[in-house]
């Protein structure tokens, strides 16, 4: 399946639903709190490190058409504008 095929809303539950029932036990840890991680959707491959940008070509350089949903570790939302991040984690 092609990134075209998904709507945002089926790349955003399906980055939801791997980052909580495959992913989050194991990169919630304290040295990735705050760090972005980048998922491919289809695939369930992800990316860790400081930068959105960085971390989502990471993983098109494996698939060019990636579908990919991106969070920030431990919180619940990968920016804040106007408003403040809030932390769901350890």
Request: proline residues 0%; aromatic residues 6%.
């Amino acid at each position: 399946m092609t990134h075209s095929a998904l709507s945002r809303e089926e790349i955003a539950r399906r980055g939801k639903e791997l980052y909580e029932k495959s992913i989050r036990a194991n990169v919630e840890t304290a040295e990735n709190i705050g760090k972005i991680i980048s998922i491919n959707v289809e695939t369930g491959d992800y990316e860790i490190g400081d930068d959105l940008v960085v971390t989502s070509r990471r993983l098109q350089a494996k698939q060019a058409d990636a579908a990919i949903w991106a969070e920030r570790i431990g919180f619940n939302a990968v920016y804040a504008v106007g408003g403040t991040l809030v932390r769901t984690g350890v």
